[in-house]
């Protein structure tokens, strides 16, 4: 899941897009008995958060709101998110580059 959120971070619409599976993540989490998987469940919540936190604070920064033309719009979001740094975007990095290395550890175990 935090992968479709970091692949979603940088959307103008974060905040809206975020919220359903949010209520659903906040909803299942009430429900898991598994301690250590309620406290991802908090972490993957908290980045959530804090991404709707930079795309709001970003999107208050835009000068023309004007949804008569949506590709200005969306030109000026793209040039003004470039260079932000979105917490689930590394995040996400992160979790990659440690499924990569498990990968790359199983792959030199099996060829000894």
Do not use: C
């Amino acid at each position: 899941m935090t992968h479709w959120f970091a692949a979603n971070a940088t959307s103008l619409s974060f905040p809206e897009l975020a919220v359903p599976n949010g209520v659903m993540v906040r909803k299942f989490k009430k429900n898991v008995q598994n301690q250590v998987y309620r406290k991802s469940l908090q972490s993957l919540l908290d980045l959530i958060k804090r991404n709707e936190e930079v795309v709001a604070n970003e999107r208050a920064k835009i000068r023309d709101k004007s949804l008569k033309d949506p590709a200005k719009l969306t030109q000026q979001w793209s040039i003004q998110i470039t260079g932000v740094d979105m917490p689930l975007v590394k995040e996400s990095a992160k979790l990659e580059a440690r499924q990569i290395e498990r990968i790359n550890m199983k792959i030199a175990a099996s060829q000894h």
